[in-house]
């Protein structure tokens, strides 16, 4: 059974930083590309950052370029961004995700699996 579990949301001022973290077990971890997305109520779940199998490449939103950082460790089936210069609009449920297919990708019906889910807030 595949599971993936995001932690390190919270709440932070503008400018601020915070670093979530996925732990992924169930799946030959480095066999996937990994990504993020997030989401806010009443909206369409957004990409935010993607990953390639062996981190050659990292693809990010336009929104978060310069201030997100994607990064995974296969040895320990785990998958960060580190998130920087935090803004109120970066406010929202940040989601892991895999793809099986090892291609990294924006759209997010390519992801096979999701975790639940970590909420980040940004105060002004």
């Known amino acids: 059974q595949v599971q993936l579990a995001e932690s390190g949301g919270g709440l932070v001022q503008a400018g601020g930083s915070l670093r979530l973290s996925c732990a992924a077990s169930g799946l030959t971890f480095g066999d996937y590309a990994m990504g993020w997305f997030r989401q806010v109520q009443g909206k369409e779940r957004e990409f935010v950052a993607a990953?390639?199998?062996?981190?050659?490449?990292?693809f990010y939103a336009d929104s978060v370029k310069g201030r997100f950082t994607i990064s995974r460790d296969n040895a320990r089936n785990m998958m960060n961004l580190q998130m920087s210069s935090l803004k109120p609009e970066d406010t929202a449920v940040y989601y892991c995700?895999?793809?099986?297919?090892?291609?990294?990708?924006?759209?997010?019906?390519?992801?096979?699996?999701w975790g639940q889910g970590t909420q980040v807030t940004v105060s002004s």
């Open positions: 990953i390639t199998r062996s981190a050659g490449w990292t």
């Open positions: 995700a895999a793809d099986r297919t090892g291609w990294v990708s924006r759209s997010r019906d390519e992801y096979d699996y």
